[in-house]
């Protein structure tokens, strides 16, 4: 935005020639003066462009450097959760170590005991009809205790000797 102060119209210069008055403008001096000034609106209209552009280098520069920063932020973040990954990649190559191991045993296990495992199954079926049997006895006994000898076993005493 440049500021011009007006020249003077060439008539009206003639004009005060005729009267004998001197035009102003025409004084080398007043010339310089009026030159300089321009000259300063120009370099202040300048100086004010440039100042707002380097407000707008700086704004952006301060805003580059926040952005960096939270670059940083996150890289750092990223290598944290990249560790993490390292420490649990390495720990599932130790329990798959560990399984091949483990599987074996379990195999050898099996072949070994299974012999023993079916004969306690078939211990446990023995028992079973024992036991099956037993009860079914003791219902018995209990049931010929209330029919012949008026046994209630809600009213049974500890000192009751049936």
Known sequence: MSRKIPQTDPEAV????????QDPG???????????RVKELA????????????????HKDLE??????????LEEGVQEYQDQVNLLL???????KSMVTDQEWCAKFRVLIGPFEAKYEECKAE???SFDYAKNKYH?????????????PAFKRWFDEF
């Not at 005060?16 to 008055?21: D, K, M, P, S, V």
């Not at 580059?64 to 932020?73: F, G, H, R």
């Open 26 to 36: 025409m004084d080398a001096t007043i010339a310089m003066s009026r030159d300089r």
């Open 90 to 96: 390495e720990k599932r190559h130790d329990i798959e």
């Open 64 to 73: 580059l450097s926040a952005i960096q920063k939270e670059i940083k932020v």
């Open 140 to 152: 018995e006994s209990l049931q010929k205790l209330i029919d012949d000898f008026g046994f209630h």
């Open 127 to 129: 028992v079973k009809v």
């Open 43 to 58: 370099n202040e209209d300048q100086r004010l462009q440039v100042s707002g552009l380097v407000g707008a280098v700086l």
């Open 14 to 21: 003639a004009a005060l020639r005729r009267r004998g008055i």
